[in-house]
Each structure stands twice: as structure tokens, then as C-alpha cells.
């Protein structure tokens, strides 16, 4: 036997949020409804579904609102960093995403290691410029001064 499910989430290999899909009972049953990703789409469920659709949406939109309320304050900052450097201006070991987290947390701004986008690892001194994904529609940039120690 099938039956028809509305998605609550993204299932791989099924179908997308919001989209009502024939699955077997036993699937239904099993996997879908014990982990919340599907209901049976009555219309009771459907408006269920349309309400935390609705929700999501507002808090999205409060995210969005926060992390460009963060990228004013961020956007410009400069950030020091010491660190212990040879002759020809290379570091000894080098500036990583979690050391530049640290510094911009020290200074009040709470920014996530993940956030900030480094190719690669910082080896030499100087000024930096460093691009922080605060949100996925917001990015703010700082300079990072790396001194020697």
C-alpha cells in the first residue's frame, strides 16, 4: 500500500519541502513520521505545514535582519594579531580562522570560526583584508594587522 505524505523537510531521493509524495506505509511509518519530516496529507496537515512554512519564514527574516545589523558594526574593523616572525617577515607557525575569531570575540563581536573565510592559512605579516560570512545574502570584511610579536 501508498500513501500520500506532505514533506516538512528536504528527504533525499523523495522530494522537497512542501511537496506531497506517494511513499509505501511501511516507510511512512518507519522513517518519515518517527524523525518529523512527513505527515499524511490531509488538510489539517497541510495547513500545519503552511503555518511552520510561515514561521520559518519570519525567523529567517530575523536572522537576515540581525547578521546586517552585525555586518554595520564588523564592515571596516581592524583586528591585531602578534605573532613570533623570522627576517624575511614569515611567521613561524600562522594565523588561523579560529585566531582571528578569538581577537574579534575579544573586541565584543561574536563571529564563529566558520564564518570567516580563509583559502589558506595567514604565513607572513602585514595587513590582510578578510571576508566574514555573517549570513548566505550578507558578508562583511575586516583588516587583519599581523604583527611581530
Keep these: 500500500m501508498s500513501m500520500e ?3 516538512f523537510d528536504d528527504v ?3 522530494g522537497r519541502q512542501g511537496g506531497v509524495v506517494k511513499v509505501a506505509d511501511g516507510y511512512f511509518r518507519n522513517y518519515l513520521e518517527p524523525n518529523s519530516l512527513a505527515a499524511p496529507a ?3 496537515n497541510m495547513k500545519r505545514y503552511d503555518k511552520m512554512k510561515k514561521k520559518q ?3 529567517a527574516a530575523v536572522k537576515l535582519s540581525e547578521a546586517r545589523e552585525l555586518v554595520k558594526k564588523i564592515d571596516g574593523v581592524s583586528v591585531s594579531i602578534k ?3 623570522g627576517e624575511s617577515d ?3 607557525g600562522s594565523i588561523t580562522a579560529h585566531d582571528i575569531a578569538d581577537a574579534l570575540n575579544s573586541q565584543g563581536y561574536h563571529v564563529d570560526k566558520k564564518q570567516i573565510d580563509l583559502h589558506e592559512h595567514i604565513k607572513t605579516l602585514g595587513i590582510h583584508d578578510i571576508i566574514i560570512h555573517i549570513h548566505a545574502e550578507v558578508d562583511g570584511k575586516i583588516k587583519l594587522h599581523v604583527e611581530r610579536a
Design 5 to 7: 505524505v506532505v514533506l
Design 12 to 14: 533525499k531521493n523523495l
Design 42 to 44: 490531509t488538510p489539517a
Design 57 to 59: 519564514l519570519e525567523l
Design 83 to 85: 605573532a613570533k616572525a
Design 90 to 92: 614569515r611567521l613561524f
